[in-house]
C-alpha cells in the first residue's frame, strides 16, 4: 500500500461525497496508537503494540498484532489488555513479552502464550541472547517479596523512612530504596518441558542496573549502572559494565563523564554504540547527545562520532500524541557489515534518520521530509518506522536503508481520519530582539478565510529543553477546528538547534526567551488575520511557567490558562521529584541566590496580573507540584479579588494531556477551550 504520509485529506468532487467534519476533543478515544514495533529477524513482518483508549474503563488497551512488511491488513496476535514490549527470538519463531507484568512466550506456530515468570514485583522487557535460548531482564524483587505478599498473617507497614534528597519519581511515586533494579535471566525451554526453568538473579547490591543486552556469544552481559550513592550531588554519570551471564563479578567496559544509554552491540560483537550526553565543564543547562562507538574490552575508551555534528542524536519532537502506553525502541541500529550505525536525528523541528559512519562520523541523511520518525528498528537493510507528522498520528512504514524511500504499511487511523478535516500548520521564521531566528508554526481552521478577523490561542512548550515540530498534536488540531488560530514556537533554550540555543537560557530562564516569544506574537500580527483584541496563551510545566511570567509582563493577553506550573522558583526547588543540586538552572540553592530566585518567578510580579487565568493541575503531580506553581496563583489572585479559576485532576501525574486517563484528557482541553470561548468569543 502506497500513500503520501503528507495531509491526507482529499475531498472527491463525485455526487454523494461527504465532507469531512470538524475533528472534536472526543475524538482521542477513537484514536489508535502504534508503539514498540519491531521487524522481524527476516525482515517479512512487523509485531507492534497497537493502544486504544477503553473510554468506558477510563484506561487504555494494550495487545501485540502483526503486520506484514508489504503491507494489508495487520492482525491481532494477543487478546490483551496488558501485553506489551514484544521482543523477536533471533530465529522469528517465537515472540516474548510482557502481559501483566510477567514475561510470556508466544509461539509463531500457533496456540496460547505462556508465561514464564512469576515475580512479586514483576519484570522489565526482555531480551533475547543471539542463540535464542535466554532472555535477560531487570527487576527490582527481592526473596522475601513473594512470602510477605502471599503471607497474610505479616504486618506490610506503610510508613516511609526517607533519606534520599530524590525519594518520590513522578508517575512512579515513592521510590524504595530497598528495591534497586537488578538483572535477572530465564532459559528458554521448549513448550514440552514438564517444569519451566526458574529465573535467576545475575545482580545484586544497593545499585540498580538498566539497559541489559547480551554478548554476541551469550556468555556475558552488558549493562549501564550509576554505582554512587547519593548520585544528584554529581552530574549524570551511568558507565558501561559487563557481567558473565552466569554471575559473578562485574567489570567496567566503558566510561565518559556523562549518562551512557541506548546501547547497540555490534554484528560481530566487539564494540557497542550508545547515546550520551557528555557533561561540559562548568556544567550547563542543557548538553546535547551524541552517538558513541567503543570497544567491548574492559577499559575502553569510548569516541564521540558527533562531535562535530551541531543537532540532537536521539531527539524527540513535541506533541501530545505518543502512545500513552508501551516504548519505543529508539537504540542505533548497526549495518550488517558493521560500517555504519542509523539513528534518528532532530533538526529545526523535524526528526529523521542518519546514517553515521562508525570509523570517521561522516553523516548522510537516510529520511527527509516535514515528519517525526518515533521509532526504528532494522533486519538487513530494511528499516521499520514508525512515522508521525502534523497530519498523523503515527504509522508504520518501512525504507531500503541505503535510499531511504519511504512505503507505508499502515494507515491505522484511516476509517476515523477519512471523517475530519485535518489540515497542517505553516511553518514561518522570525527575527528576535537580538537577531536570532526563531522556528514556528500556525495551525490555521481548516475553513480559514482571510477575509475575517481569527482570535489566537498561543501555546508555549516545555522542558524547558524540547522543541516543537512536526508531529501530530491533537490539541493544536482542535482548537483549531473550534475557531482558533493556534501559533507555536521554539524559543531560545529549545532542542534541535544546536548547542548554544538551547543552553543559552541557562540562568536566564525566563529571561530572553520570553522575548523570543513575543516577537513571535508580534511577527503573526502584521499579516493581518489576527484580532489583536482576542489574544490567548496556554503552555504545560515549563511552558506553565512561561504563561505565569508572560501575564505578569504584559496585559496584552485577554486570557491565560497555566497547565502544571512553577510560579515560586525557592518553592519548587525544595518539593519537586528531582533535584537541582548541581548548577544546571541556578548557580546554587535558594538561600545563597535570594535575589535569582525572587527575580526569575513569576509569583513576585503578581499585583501586575489583569489576565482572567485558569489553573490546571494534577493531583499527583509529583514534577511540578501544584503547591508551588497552579496553587500559589490562584491563592494571590484570588486575595487580588481577580479573575481565576483552579481544575485539578485527582490522581493525575504531570503526564495528564499526554497519557492521562482518557476522560480527563478531553475534560482538560473542553476546560481549556471554555475558558478561551468565554473571554475571546
Same mark, same amino acid.
Given at each position: ?426 511553518? #514561518? ?77 541557562? #540562568? ?174
Amino acid at each position: 500500500m502506497k500513500t503520501s504520509i503528507a495531509a491526507f485529506i482529499v475531498l472527491l468532487a463525485v455526487p454523494g461525497a461527504v465532507e469531512p467534519r470538524s475533528i472534536t476533543e472526543t475524538d482521542l478515544h477513537h484514536f489508535v496508537w502504534i508503539a514498540d514495533a519491531r521487524i522481524s529477524p527476516d525482515g517479512s513482518r512487523i509485531v507492534f503494540v497497537r493502544v486504544t483508549a477503553n473510554a468506558k474503563g477510563d484506561n487504555y488497551d494494550t495487545a501485540l498484532w502483526l503486520v506484514s512488511t508489504t503491507g494489508g491488513e495487520p492482525r491481532r496476535l494477543t487478546a490483551g489488555p496488558r501485553d506489551l514490549a514484544p521482543r523477536w527470538a533471533p530465529d522469528g519463531r517465537q515472540i516474548a513479552f510482557i502481559r501483566s507484568q510477567q514475561i510470556a512466550l508466544l509461539s509463531m506456530d500457533g496456540g496460547e502464550a505462556r508465561q514464564i515468570t512469576s515475580l512479586a514485583a514483576g519484570a522489565g522487557p526482555p531480551e533475547w541472547s543471539r542463540n535464542g535460548k535466554t532472555l535477560v531482564f531487570t527487576s527490582d524483587e527481592r526473596p522475601e517479596d513473594s512470602q510477605k505478599k502471599n503471607d497474610d498473617s505479616v504486618y506490610k507497614s506503610d510508613v516511609r523512612v526517607i533519606r534520599d534528597a530524590e525519594y518520590r519519581s513522578n508517575g512512579a511515586g515513592y521510590i524504595d530504596p530497598q528495591h534497586p533494579s537488578h538483572l535477572w535471566t530465564v532459559a528458554v525451554a521448549d513448550s514440552t518441558t514438564v517444569e519451566a526453568p526458574k529465573p535467576r538473579q545475575i545482580t545484586s547490591g544497593e545499585f540498580s542496573e538498566d539497559d541489559p543486552i547480551f554478548s554476541a556469544d551469550g556468555s556475558t552481559i552488558y549493562f549501564v549502572s550509576d554505582r554512587v550513592r547519593e548520585p544528584y550531588y554529581l552530574p549524570a554519570d551511568r558507565d558501561l559494565y559487563a557481567i558473565p551471564a552466569s554471575g559473578g563479578s562485574m567489570t567496567r567496559v566503558a566510561s565518559i563523564d556523562g549518562a551512557i544509554g541506548s546501547l547497540s552491540l555490534s554484528p560481530d560483537g566487539t564494540r557497542i554504540a550508545f547515546v550520551a550526553s557528555a557533561n561540559a565543564k562548568p556544567v550547563r543547562s542543557y548538553d546535547q547527545p551524541d552517538l558513541w562507538v567503543t570497544a567491548v574490552s574492559p577499559g575502553s575508551t569510548p569516541k564521540n562520532l558527533t562531535t562535530a555534528y551541531d543537532f540532537d542524536i536521539g531527539g524527540a519532537i513535541t506533541g501530545d500524541q505518543r502512545a500513552p502506553r508501551g516504548g519505543q525502541p529508539r537504540a542505533p541500529v548497526w549495518s550488517a557489515d558493521g560500517r555504519t550505525l542509523l539513528v534518528v536525528a532532530a533538526e529545526q523541528g523535524r526528526g529523521n534518520v542518519k546514517r553515521i559512519d562508525a570509523a570517521t562520523g561522516r553523516i548522510e541523511n537516510v529520511t527527509k521530509g516535514d515528519q517525526e520518525i518515533v521509532s526504528y528498528t532494522m533486519a538487513g537493510s530494511t528499516l521499520a518506522l514508525l512515522v508521525s507528522t502534523a497530519t498523523s498520528i503515527g504509522d508504520l512504514f518501512v525504507a531500503d536503508s541505503a535510499n531511504g524511500t519511504l512505503k507505508r504499511v499502515t494507515d491505522i487511523n484511516h476509517a476515523l481520519f477519512s471523517e475530519i478535516a485535518i489540515t497542517a500548520p505553516e511553518e #514561518f521564521w522570525y527575527t528576535s530582539f537580538d537577531g536570532r531566528k526563531i522556528q514556528g508554526w500556525i495551525q490555521k481552521p481548516p475553513d480559514f478565510d482571510r477575509s475575517k478577523k481569527y482570535p489566537m490561542i498561543f501555546e508555549i512548550h516545555g522542558g524547558p529543553h524540547s522543541g516543537y515540530g512536526f508531529t501530530f498534536t491533537h490539541e493544536f488540531q482542535w482548537m483549531a477546528a473550534k475557531g482558533y488560530v493556534v501559533v507555536y514556537t521554539n524559543p531560545r533554550g529549545s532542542t534541535s538547534y544546536g548547542q548554544d540555543f538551547g543552553n543559552i537560557i541557562q #540562568f536566564r530562564y525566563p529571561g530572553d526567551d520570553y522575548k523570543d516569544l513575543m516577537a513571535g506574537v508580534d511577527e503573526v500580527l502584521k499579516r493581518g488575520d489576527i484580532d489583536a483584541a482576542r489574544l490567548g496563551v496556554t503552555g504545560g510545566s515549563g511552558g506553565g511557567l512561561l504563561t505565569n511570567w508572560v501575564i505578569t509582563q504584559t496585559d496584552r493577553f485577554k486570557a491565560a490558562v497555566s497547565q502544571r506550573s512553577i510560579a515560586d522558583w525557592t518553592g519548587w526547588w525544595y518539593t519537586a521529584d528531582f533535584t537541582l543540586f548541581q548548577p544546571e538552572w541556578f548557580p546554587g540553592a535558594p538561600w545563597e541566590h535570594v535575589e535569582n530566585f525572587v527575580q526569575r518567578s513569576p509569583i513576585t510580579y503578581i499585583k501586575n496580573v489583569t489576565t482572567p487565568l485558569m489553573l490546571i493541575e494534577g493531583e499527583a503531580d509529583m514534577r511540578t507540584p501544584p503547591a508551588n506553581g497552579g496553587e500559589v496563583m490562584f491563592r494571590a489572585l484570588k486575595y487580588l479579588k481577580k479573575e481565576t479559576v483552579m481544575v485539578r485532576f485527582p490522581d493525575e501525574t504531570h503526564e495528564l494531556s499526554r497519557s492521562g486517563k482518557p476522560w480527563h484528557r478531553v475534560e482538560r482541553l473542553q476546560h481549556i477551550v471554555g475558558w478561551f470561548d468565554k473571554h475571546l468569543k
